[in-house]
Structures are given as structure tokens and as C-alpha cells.
């Protein structure tokens, strides 16, 4: 079964052909790997003792977070991302999550670590991790998606591999306390509008954050795909903000202030805002729209198996709801085709699509376009351009090419 | 806020006493963790480039997987178990999840990996995983749980730890390619009723799997929680077989072949059958039946924080669906309560549910009980082995009881 035998090459050589001469069976006479017993099938394997913690394959290690150097002054105030063409399903394994820090990774002990609510409330509270495991909890899958995700794409197509352009995105099944419990307790003031939440770290990270978003469905999360945080995602509290930009999803959370307006805080102003064509600036768009992304082929993930039967597949996501539906178009617009969405479609989450198609050969545009559950339809980068201009680095929704070549090599490009 | 300050006592303090007295405030006041600067907060922590791949703080270093060495003659042919009562919500993360090898755990190079499908076929096939990748793929989330869970409580309360009489069971997203599809292009004889799965470790271990079954939901997978399998699950192919016990999930999945009756090996006969009372042995039983366990409190997680507002969480699952109702008892019997459920409600998945209380600090005996979609309800451990006797060591589904001290201490115990 060499490089060119197909999925539909199997499909012809049974119902044509028959056993006898079927492709596989032809194999099996002449692969050593079939034909002899190889020395995995007469040596023991390590034991259960060997790995309290697990790790990956040794031959899984191109499988990581990578950073580009140039993108930060430094690596501490800096941005790794998710290697989202290495991966299926919606669940992004913890190792993996992208990670973006002000002031690096702190590894707090977690019996130290202290919550506080101030500000208008009727009780300032301060709480211990034990306290917060006493109330109520939920478990929910949210993505997580950087504002400035897809960000150098505003001016064109730079960066070349799906991990560097849209990295900036994991999506973890959360277990936490709702934030309203939290409030609740402290009583929140008739004229407390506004929250503030902080970080522990070197940075002291803080956003504001509209009261009904509070009280809404934003968590108080301690644990991440079961386990607890890790510590380049807050460990041992985060704020979760489903739905809206990673930034306000404040890590190592120690603070929760009420007052009755925004802070206009460094994150909020100079920083997280949309500046616009004719200079002045957008604040306060914290939700990430609907978004997808064709995750394979793309440039870190060619096609090497030549033409025939060939898996497209990709993310998309929505923080304003749920994804019912993606389209997908290897010719660069001309013919759009129905994905198929496999897996839980929960609100707020990554959901996963595929595209199976007979490739042959010739050159491929390859796009998507994800649909949410208002009804909001991705949008092109020219239709984003022509009313936000080109200053922006925040959110960048827009539909994204990858042109693949006849040797299966994928490329970002860009196309009107 | 000291071990004794209850959630409860926050609401009082709220309500009925105002901001000035609160039992936050006090804190505020008094704690140096407040009151001063911490280190953490003047120091940079480290950078994106320090960990492409990440693990768990050190602070977590206490929740891994543990064996029990006296259970097998060897660490090879041996069994580590999952730590439930260290986990929230229904993932469990890779590096979490329990192993069962017969031969230890082999790391093969992916490349030279094939799965041969011979026997009653139009054409015996091989594929590579490259071939693999081409045809279709599902995303499902399903628990795996060795048949030998909990067996060793036939016999009495034994263990003294939710990790060692349960840990024998994880949860996670798998994408693979449904079996039918592989089975169908090498097209299945019509005599051809029967499958037999090998794995290509060195115990070579083989598993007969009826065709209905292999037709139906299972999955040739390749990644869990979305990255590649993990060594100790058979990297870099397993065998998906949703609600059944885990033996027949094959590791390092190498053939199937086709016949017209079971094979009769040693995992379907000596082992993985259940012995009667009388003295024979029931075979081919394989669904996993509807059971739940409390995580929190159990042996390994007693209550630190005194009386007061209380949390108990637990897990349930069914091999023959989802589990729309838990109920939970805190009294041993007397009255039974349903419990909270959060989180996803998936087929064949681990389903998390909550009972919030509000503890006296009076001696405790805590149960829960799970029904799933068809309708069965989890049995009382007298039940079951008023049909199948002691003899056994499989399929114990049984209802399982935790007592509570004063102290907060819990402790593995049988009551009638």
C-alpha cells in the first residue's frame, strides 16, 4: 500500500477485483513489518510504576507551544501558541493551552492564596481556597481565545502556519464557582456596575468588567479538564469569561473590587481597544465573534499522501453562542460545500468540522466560513477592512485562506 | 476567616450585621497575605519559552496515579489507578489516566506501525496510519472502565480509597475512524459474524467482539482529548468499543480479523468471565452497567473545614446510555436526595453531580445511586450478589458506602 494507493483505490480493488488481488493483500506478502515478528512483539514494555504523571510518545515531541521571538521584547511579557494543526476533537490537552503573560508564570502555593471582594459591597470578604470549594460548583467547556488572535492578519497574509496565525485559542472543560455566588455573599451595592478583577502576579493584570456579565455566567475556576489549573493558566483561581476576550479572564484572581463605573485601566484603554481608520478608538468590544479556521491541510500540515480521498478539518467557534453550521470552499470561493460537524456542540465551545473530498492534484484555495446560532455569519477581511481599517491588532474574525499546491505544500495567502 | 467560618456564616454577616463587622473585613485587617506585599507580586515569574509542553504545578505533585503492589506479581502485567477524588467535571486528563497492561507499556514508532483486517473478507487490507487518516472521522467522549473495577468489594469493604476501588475508569474525547468503515472496505462475508482484535504489544492480547457491536459505535482512534494517544492507551491506535468492559478496547490495535464464532482465548474464558456461585462461569459480558461513586468526601479527600455548608460530588455512568437522575444519601439509607448534575450529558460518558449540604458535624454514611436512560437503577451490593454470589471479581455495579467521622475522616465501609 504505497503512497498513492487511495481510499478509493481500496473501495475499486474490493467490490472489482476480489481478495485475491486486492492492494492489502499484496502488501501483506512483502511487509517485513507484517511478514516477521518484530521486536516490540518479544520485549516487555515498562510498568504501571514508571509514570505517576503521564507524558507523551517520545515520537510525539514536534507536538508543542511554540513562541516567535520577535513578535515580544522578551519572553516573559509574551505569547506561546496552541499547535492546533496537531490536534482533533474540542478538547485542548492542558500542555498544550497557549499561554500569554504579562509578567511570567508564577507557581503560587495555593494554601497562600487569597481572594478578596472590596469595593461597594455590604460585607468586604476575603476567601481561602477551601472557602471557595465550599460553595456550589459547574462544569462547563469554554473556549478561550486572545483578543489579538489572528491579529497579523489585519494587514495581510504573514505569518505561515495555522498555529502562529490563529494559535492564540484553547478550549478546556472548566469546573468553578459562579461568580454571582461570590457577589452574592458580599452583597453587591444598588450602585455597584462595575467589577474589577486582578491578578496575583508581577503584573498585577486588571480589567473591568460590566456587573451583568458578572452575574451572568462568568466562573471562579479552579480546575481545567479535571485537574487543577496549570500555572501558565492562573493556577490555583482564574476569572472565566466565556465568551468574551482572553485578556479579562484574569489569572492567579485576588481581587474583586465593585464600583460604580469603569477603571479605564492600561488593558482597557492603550491596550484591548479597536483603533479605528480615522484615529479614534473602540472600547469595551469584549466579545469574540464567530470564527473558524481551517486547522488541516495548512502550511505546518501539507498534504503527503498525493491526490484521492483527503480529510479537511478545522475549529470554529462563537462567543456569542453556538456553531450550527460551517462552510467550506477549496476553490477560493466559487463552489461552497456543507462540513460535517462531529462531536458535543456546547455554547461558548470550539466546535469541529470536516470536509472529505477526492483531491486531483490540481491547486486548492482552501476557506471557511462558520455560521453561529444568531445567525452571524463570518466575515470576509475586506468586509471587516472597509469598517475597521487596517490599524487594528483585536479581532480579527475574518475568513482565512491557505493555498495548497500540487505537491500538497500549504501556504497563507490572501485573495479578494 | 478561620476553619470554623462557614459559608453560612458569611450570609449571616452580610444580611444581618453590615460591611463594618463583617467576617471579611476582620481578615482583611489582620491577614499579612492581605495586608502585605507578597514576593510573587514583585518578582517576575518565567517565560513562554520555558515549557513547550506543560505540566501541573508542584504544588500538585500528590495527585498522580498510584498502585497497589501487593494486587500483581509484577509492575509490568500490573494496574495503576486513576485518583477520582482528585479530579472535577468529567474529563479525565491524559496524563491521569489509569493503565492496565498485560506486557507493559511499549513506545512504537507510528511509521512503522500497520492494522491488518484478514479472515472472512473480500480483501485482506493493511493500512498505515497515513491510510488511516483518509477516511472519515467522529469525535466522541466515552468512559472506559476495566471489567475488575471495584472487584475487589465482592467480598467486603477493602480498599480504603475512592482512587483504589474505583480508579480503574477515565473519561475522555476520542477522534478515530468508525470501525464500519475500515470493515466495509474490505467487505465483510456474510458468515463473517465475529471479530478478533489483537494488540501488538508483547502479550499479543486478542479480544472476540460480536459484528453487531463492531459495526455499530466503535472507533479506530488515534487522539485523546485531542492529541495522540498516549503510550500507556496504545499509541498510536486503539480500539474504541463505547459501554464495554476496557479489555476489549485493544491497545496498539495491530489486526481484525473476521470469523464465523468467538475465539474462546484466554481473556474471554480463564479471565473476564464471571464465576457463579454454582461454580460456572458466565461469558460474554460485556456492557458495563450503570454505577455512580462519591469522589468528595471518600478515604483520600476527608472534610477539612468543620460543620457547616459541605459539597459531595460525585461520578456516575452507564454503559447503555447517559444518567438523566443520581440520588445521594448523607444517612445511610434513611432518606435519599437528588442530586445536582453539571456538566455535558453525553452517551457512554461519565456524567459529574453535586449534593450541597449543610453539615452538622454528625457521623456520616454516604451513598449514591444512578439511574441511566433505560431506566435500570444502580443495585445494593446484597442484590448482586444474591444473583451472582462472591465468587466474582467483574462487573461489581454495586451501590458503595463511605462512612464519616466527626472529625470529618471518611472510611471504606459495608452496611446492610
Known sequence: ???????????????????GLAAGKAAAQSDPLITEVQEWNQVLGFGVDERPYGIPSPYEKAVKRRSVPWLTADPISSINFTPLHDLDGIITPNGLCFERHHGGVAEYDPAAHRLMINGLVDNELIFTMEDIMRFP??????????????GMEWRGAQLNGCQFTHGMIHNV????VPLRLLLEEAGVKTEGKWLLAEGADASGLTRSIPMDKALDD?????????????????????LVVPGWEGNMWIKWLRRL?????????REETSKYTDLMEDGTARRFTWVMDAKSVITNPSPQAPITHGSGPTVLTGLAWSGRGTIPRVDVTIDGGKNWHAARMSGPSLDKSMHRFYYEFDWDGSDLLLQSRAHDSTGYVQPTKDALREIRGTNSIYHNNAIQTWYVNKEGVAENVEIS
Open 218 to 238: 462568568c466562573l471562579v475556576a479552579f480546575k481545567m479538564n479535571g485537574e487543577a489549573l496549570r500555572p501558565e493558566q492562573g493556577y490555583p483561581l482564574r
Open 257 to 265: 473590587e465593585v464600583g460604580d463605573q469603569p477603571w479605564h485601566h
Open 137 to 150: 460548583r459547574e462544569n462547563h467547556v469554554y473556549f478561550l481565545e486572545c483578543a489579538a488572535n489572528s
Open 1 to 19: 500500500m504505497g503512497q498513492n494507493t487511495t481510499r478509493r483505490g481500496f473501495i475499486k480493488a474490493g467490490v472489482a477485483v476480489g481478495a
Open 173 to 176: 472543560m472548566y469546573t468553578g
